[in-house]
């Protein structure tokens, strides 16, 4: 009985170091068979740091792929963004130990997304004759824009990451600029798939 808790201890160890989830995060690294690469993920979430910029949040995901002939790391973004914003400008830069790094955006698009929510109100009035009950359904729409885009993750600015105790994006909505710091154990998690 003692070998198998240490056998089922172990396994669940191992399965954690392949691929773990932290809240609204993810790790991986697998060998992937198909592209004869190593490829290395981590997504979570963050919100902005200005609190009215009409952006709620964003999905950020790091990839690395790394084979004997190339090592590419590219930053796919999917920004969330109430439906009166303006779209994204076609800057973009990243700060990492004070430096500022103009990056490229590609594969730029935006959905509309739609939810609609709806709430049942009943009401029963009694009296001395009868007894009446009506009921109200009030629907409410939420529109909303998601950005979808991919940054390339230049040498320089992947130096500067291995060694910065902050890293910060900035991007502008219109007359509204909208900055991602990632720091913590975020940026530990980053670190890990740029120095593997």
Known sequence: MRKLIIF????FTIGLSNC???GNSSYKSYNDEYKKVI?????FEIKPVERRCDVENAEITILREKSESYDRVNMYWVVKRNSS???RDTNAYAKSNFQIF?????????DTRKKSDATYTTTTTV???KHITTQNVSYEDKIWYEDKFIIPIQPELICSIKNTGDLSFRFYYGAKEVTFVIRGEKLARTKRILLQ
């Open 127 to 129: 009296d001395s004759t």
């Open 20 to 22: 773990s989830f932290i």
């Open 8 to 11: 089922g201890i172990i396994g």
């Open 102 to 110: 103009p990056l490229q955006v590609k594969s730029n698009t935006t």
């Open 39 to 43: 490829r290395s993920s981590y997504t």
């Open 85 to 87: 914003s303006f779209p």
